[in-house]
């Protein structure tokens, strides 16, 4: 089991930037990947960004040079997200993948982009 806090969300303006932390507090080196989804409102869970245990990052194509992802530790990640826009406006979740496979989530953390 693999306990995960997010935080970092809020209200943002258009075009501006805010910073999504997620924090394990248990069982983090069985840690073998870090994921960042989204849920939109009225949406589907959509993939934001992945991060493995040795710091190597994917996006998702319409994310990428906007959002940066990366380790601040084994314990700890960092999303950068930057040039906002309404669209961006999601509950953001963080989900670990350990060695065995197995996914844990969040609670989530809502960012709202508007002015």
């Known amino acids: 089991q693999v306990r995960l806090v997010e935080s970092g969300g809020g209200l943002v303006q258009p075009g501006g930037s805010l910073t999504l932390s997620c924090s394990a507090s248990?069982?983090?080196?069985?840690?073998?990947?870090w994921n960042w989804y989204r849920q939109p409102p009225g949406r589907q869970r959509e993939f934001v960004a992945q991060?493995?245990?040795?710091?190597?990052a994917t996006y998702a194509d319409s994310l990428q040079g906007r959002f940066s992802l990366s380790l601040r530790s084994r314990a700890t990640v960092v999303l950068e997200m930057h040039n906002l826009v309404p669209e961006d406006t999601a509950v953001y979740y963080c989900s670990v993948t350990d060695r065995d496979s197995k996914d844990f989530w969040g609670q989530g953390t809502q960012v709202t982009v508007s002015s």
């Open positions: 248990t069982n983090i080196f069985s840690i073998d990947m």
């Open positions: 991060i493995t245990k040795k710091g190597v």
